[in-house]
């Protein structure tokens, strides 16, 4: 049991030191700075240890003083230089603390933070349309948000801890030894001691923060689900339920909480126990050094405040112990994001004036490989026609979208646009030739024009103005206050899902691609704009190849090729006369709406 | 915010004796300095060697009543903060749950979720800070400035005079902070959102090839973000340099004053006396530090308990009693309206009708028509503004909401999916119902195929809101939670929006024969869900317009027609 456990430590301390290592490697564009801050820090430390030594002649004279073994003149004369230098040393301690950290803010947080972040969102151009399907939003969010801020706020203390912190406690052991060995010697026994105990407590409370974490975590869907169907509760009475089901978690994290903040506040007072046991024994030695051995009362007194001193690094270098762990899952998390693999650049080019022509040549296809999907799929459009793809939900018929637009690539076939074999054409150009008209009718935030203009921003207000009035928006648009520059968004609710589509159909408009592809689906659409839509939907199609999801019997009835698919798969295809006498599924499922 | 202090009221006994646990060790760690200068002036002075072994023993003495104090107090004031928390936010959850759907549209649920668990999470960050340490600000500053006075009252004046310093530059960095957070984290949400809508709109975008754009916009919420928060950063960072500079400059300042008064001869404190008042001073100093953090994250938590503090100030509404009523199914309206809160007209409006008891119905009409608004008042979600519901005669508002929920088998327009096994969902309509009863609720859902597809069948576990589930399926799962309760009213607002058309007519059978002799309410758009009914209710703009069968709509009522032109092409059969 303990061996395994051993081994396991053994690849995840390899694993642990390849992510501190990219950590350093991604850090080298501030190397000069690090150096710079680390610079500061050796001023600083150098003052940290020059005021106790200062304080300690100071307070010796007054000490000498007071015992009457004092020789100068005057006793302020002589504290007058201790005090100035003192002063000064003390006004160049925080100076530079304060040069410190305006530095390792405003270099590493801005690189950490914000390059960082750029970066992601960077990769997020060039990662695949299947990587995004399958990653909940929230994922890539919090790598971005959290993971990244826990990153730079970290990546702070690891450099205080590494430059400060140690160098610090070196040369406040050397100074220490110099100036007594005997009395350093105690301190520095100490301090392995309060090391360990910190790192032992932090490492135990940090598993119960994580417990704590992982609770409130599920607290939080636990309240989201229950708010999100909160009439379906009410529906069913299930308050009680669902209340006793919060409470349970509840109870669990409150466990969690108590013993993880307990723990997390013996920290310190630990460390200052051993401090003051230090303080005990010093001063015993320290008493029996002056008594027996004459050493003088500034030395001991020195040496006292030096091993005041130690406990701040030492806290620092606990911190940082306990946070590592942390900081090193984050790095995890945004390394592997930055690591993705991504859609790989094609350079190939389509012929000019393209037609239109389409064809899908034994193409197979999955999504993944133990479930096939599509397979040997073969279909010819001429320049103009119309397809339309039916079948029932969760058929599968945005995949045809998905391999058309190269959203998803296929796995052996070939797809040919006017002849040209589109596997090596670049995406962009592809995508270039395609208008599209999604149920999942998507508004960016910003003003109408703005969206309508999406496709070709650099159209003018006029042909804005005209694309809209083609869709039948342009009415509805002057009704609002701000008219074109109205700002909209996902989750605008001003204008409703009708009018959202009729925007997003202006939109394909104005952009006049070649080829089509439309998502008929309205649902939640009064009667009215559903007409609309149509008409829209019509105008929009004349003399273009279209792919139409259909959802409406007028397409199906005239459209040149109709594909219908059934569990992810082309069952039947043709017109629809000829599916309607097969008597297949088609006949089924176009006859079925009629049924009693 | 006075409620919230009712919750910390059970906790009061360990509260105090937390804070006190806190105090005393807090005074221990402020004896320390005086023994230490006890040990120099009399013992090391003296050579008295059984001296210092005296103060020694008496400071080891100090120092562990001050560690088991400070670790009893931490212990205590843990468990108060995690109880008092935990008991917070199951109050704020009790109470959501028990609120109106007025007052939970006027919160809105996302608000609502973010004061049940982030707001009550910083108001317990808060509380777990300053549970240990709040007490020993005033105690350190006390006990610090009493003592160093014993020591020496001028130098300790001067002391005095340095700590209004040093707070007076705290308060104002604070304020200077404050909107800058509020930017940072406003270019934060706005930076979310942006790329919550990227990668929702992924295909939209790359099909127009803005991807350069999208990151553009990212990049510049970014950069305003991480500016604020880095100038933020930077002003609470000479929080702790500037304080510190201020102190030390009181150090040598006493140093040399002491110096002064002493070679004048005005004092009669000892060096020893003058070394415990610098020690005191860096006592001071930490409590001035902490006092410091309490000013910064002060509106923090202030925010949070007066968002949580409107929670908690809702009334909950006033219920008759729970009966064991069991409804024959007979629904009468009498010129029914309603409108939401703050809407200028009225979603309902003068509508009676009457549904008899075994009669299958169908309520059509496009968005905007009302037809979701009376379930909301069927259901008892809401309360009508003017006329009346009757379940067998009997006026809704006299019945207890809950009595009437009982009675009705209702599928929601949102498909409402738990996480957790397929059996919790079905089972929710009837909760101890056995293994056959769910699955011939299933069957009748049209899920029996997917059941049997799935290895575990009903034990398959469903990712919260059924994020693993097609829409059909999540509307499927919700219908057998109807059946399986099979109250005497079934309603079905607009659930079956996401079948094909082939499904819902094999589900509109199966249905048709459980329900026999129930009263079934069918609110759709979609005139194939209604043309098998008894009898279609047309509504329109919030009134109804017309009543009557298929045939007879097809001939007489214009909205119908429209209706169905548009949905079948005009092709009629």
């Known amino acids: 049991m303990k061996k395994k456990a051993e081994k396991k430590t053994r690849a995840q301390r390899r694993e642990d030191k390849q992510v501190i290592l990219r950590i350093i490697r991604e850090a080298r564009p501030i190397y000069g700075w690090l150096v710079l801050a680390s610079l500061i820090s050796c001023v600083i430390i150098t003052c940290a240890v020059m005021s106790p030594k200062i304080l300690g002649s100071c307070v010796q004279l007054l000490y000498d003083f007071w015992a009457g073994t004092f020789q100068g003149s005057s006793l302020t004369r002589a504290l007058l230089p201790g005090c100035c230098v003192l002063a000064a040393v003390y006004l160049l301690q925080s100076g530079m603390n304060y040069l410190k950290m305006y530095l390792l803010n405003n270099v590493v947080s801005r690189y950490f933070t914000c390059a960082l972040r750029i970066r992601i969102s960077d990769k997020i151009s060039r990662l695949p349309v299947r990587y995004i399907d399958n990653t909940p939003a929230g994922q890539i969010l919090e790598r971005m948000n959290d993971d990244v801020s826990h990153l730079g706020g970290s990546i702070h203390d690891i450099v205080d801890t590494l430059t400060v912190g140690f160098l610090q406690i070196i040369t406040l052991s050397v100074v220490m030894l110099l100036e007594d060995w005997r009395l350093a010697l105690i301190v520095l026994i100490f301090m392995p001691l309060s090391i360990w105990l910190s790192a032992r407590i932090s490492s135990l409370s940090e598993k119960h923060f994580d417990e704590m974490f992982e609770e409130s975590g599920k607290l939080y869907s636990v309240v989201e689900e229950s708010y999100a169907n909160y009439q379906t509760s009410k529906a069913y009475n299930f308050e009680a339920d669902t209340i006793r089901a919060h409470q349970e978690v509840n109870q669990r994290q409150q466990k969690a909480e108590t013993t993880a903040n307990f723990l997390g506040a013996m920290v310190r007072p630990c460390i200052t126990f051993t401090n003051a046991l230090a303080y005990i024994i010093i001063n015993v030695v320290g008493g029996v050094l002056i008594v027996n051995y004459g050493v003088s009362v500034g030395v001991v007194v020195t040496i006292v405040l030096f091993a005041k001193q130690f406990s701040a690094p030492l806290e620092q270098i606990a911190q940082g112990l306990s946070t590592m762990q942390r900081t090193k899952a984050a790095a995890k998390r945004v390394f592997s994001l930055l690591d993705e693999p991504e859609e790989q650049p094609l350079t190939g080019h389509l012929p000019e004036n393209i037609r239109g022509d389409v064809r899908f040549e034994h193409v197979d296809f999955s999504y993944n490989k133990e479930t096939p999907l599509i397979r040997d799929l073969n279909i010819d459009v001429k320049q103009g026609q119309k397809v339309a793809i039916v079948g029932p939900t969760g058929a599968g018929k945005t995949t045809i979208v998905n391999l058309l637009m190269r959203f998803y690539d296929i796995d052996s076939g070939k797809i040919r646009i006017d002849g040209q074999d589109i596997s090596d054409v670049s995406r962009d150009e592809l995508r270039g030739l395609f208008g599209m008209v999604l149920q999942d009718t998507w508004l960016f935030s910003g003003s109408i024009a703005d969206n309508v203009a999406y496709g070709r921003p650099e159209a003018s207000r006029e042909e804005i103005i005209k694309a809209c009035d083609e869709a039948y928006c342009h009415h509805f648009i002057r009704t609002l206050p701000q008219g074109y520059d109205t700002q909209v968004s996902e989750d605008t609710v001003s204008i409703s899902g009708g009018q959202k589509q009729l925007l997003t159909i202006a939109r394909a408009l104005l952009a006049d691609r070649r080829l089509l592809i439309l998502d008929e689906a309205t649902s939640n659409v009064d009667t009215r704009t559903e007409i609309l839509i149509q008409k829209a939907m019509d105008k929009l199609m004349r003399g273009k190849t279209c792919f139409v999801i259909a959802h409406r019997l007028s397409t199906i009835v005239d459209a040149d090729l109709i594909l219908v698919l059934r569990d992810g798969q082309i069952v039947e295809t043709g017109k629809h006369h000829e599916l309607l006498d097969k008597k297949g599924f088609y006949y089924q499922l176009y006859t079925s709406q009629y049924a009693i | ?573």
């Open chain 2, 1 to 573: 915010m006075k409620k919230i202090f009712a919750y910390l009221k059970p906790y009061r006994g360990g509260l105090i004796l937390g804070m006190l646990l806190m105090a005393i060790s807090t005074v221990c760690e402020l004896l320390l300095p005086d023994i230490m200068s006890d040990i120099l002036n009399t013992g090391v002075y003296n050579a008295d060697l059984s001296y210092i072994f005296r103060c020694c023993a008496k400071m080891l003495v100090v120092a562990l009543v001050s560690l088991g104090s400070v670790l009893g107090g931490w212990y205590i004031s843990s468990r108060v903060v995690a109880g008092f928390c935990a008991d917070l936010r199951q109050g704020v959850f009790r109470k959501v749950n028990t609120m109106r759907f007025e007052d939970i549209s006027r919160m809105g649920s996302s608000a609502l979720l973010t004061r049940s668990t982030h707001d009550v999470g910083t108001l317990s960050w808060v509380a777990s800070i300053l549970s240990g340490s709040i007490i020993t600000i005033p105690v350190l500053f006390i006990g610090g400035v009493v003592l160093a006075l014993g020591k020496d009252a001028v130098l300790s004046l001067v002391l005095l005079l340095f700590i209004p310093l040093v707070f007076a530059a705290v308060v104002k960095i604070g304020k200077k902070i404050e909107p800058l957070w509020e930017t940072s984290d406003k270019y934060m949400d706005k930076q979310n959102d942006i790329v919550r809508e990227r990668l929702h709109g992924i295909r939209v975008i790359r099909a127009f090839n803005s991807e350069p754009r999208e990151h553009k916009r990212i990049e510049d919420a970014t950069q305003v973000m991480a500016e604020n928060i880095i100038r933020a950063n930077v002003s609470m960072g000479v929080i702790s340099p500037l304080s510190i500079a201020l102190m030390n400059m009181a150090v040598v300042l006493i140093v040399y004053l002491g110096g002064f008064r002493m070679e004048r001869g005005i004092s009669s404190a000892s060096g020893g006396d003058i070394f415990a008042v610098i020690q005191y001073i860096t006592l001071i100093m930490n409590g001035v530090v902490m006092a410091a953090f309490s000013i910064v994250m002060y509106p923090h938590a202030k925010v949070a308990a007066k968002r949580i503090g409107e929670v908690l100030d809702v009334e909950s509404p006033a219920e008759p009693e729970e009966e064991a009523l069991h409804f024959s199914g007979d629904i009468r309206l009498e010129s029914l309206s309603f409108g939401y809160e703050g809407a200028a007209e009225n979603a309902v409006s003068e509508i009676s009708l009457h549904i008899r008891p075994g009669q299958q119905v169908a309520v059509i009409g496009g968005t905007g028509s009302g037809k979701s608004t009376l379930v909301q008042l069927l259901m008892g979600f809401r309360r009508p503004s003017a006329g009346q519901i009757y379940f067998d005669g009997r006026d809704s508002v006299s019945i207890s909401p809950k009595t009437i929920r009982e009675n009705i088998s209702c599928v929601l327009q949102k498909a409402a999916i738990y996480s957790g096994s397929i059996r919790k969902n079905i089972a929710m309509g009837r909760p101890g119902a056995t293994d056959e009863e769910l699955l011939a609720a299933a069957e009748i859902a049209q899920m029996g195929d997917y059941l049997a597809s799935l290895p575990e069948g009903l034990d398959h576990e469903l990712t919260q809101s059924g994020k693993n589930l097609s829409g059909g399926q999540k509307q499927r799962i919700c219908i057998a939670r109807a059946v399986l309760k099979n109250a005497p009213i079934y309603i079905f607002d607009d659930s079956f929006s996401a079948l094909d058309f082939l499904t819902e007519a094999r589900l509109r059978k199966a249905l048709s024969e459980r329900t026999a002799g129930k009263t079934r309410i069918v609110i759709t758009q979609r005139v194939s869900s209604a043309m098998s009914c008894d009898c279609i209710f047309v509504m329109d703009k919030g009134r109804l317009v017309d009543a009557g069968s298929h045939q007879e709509l097809l001939e007489r009522c214009k909205i119908y027609q429209e209706i169905y032109v548009s949905q079948t092409g005009g092709e009629r059969r």
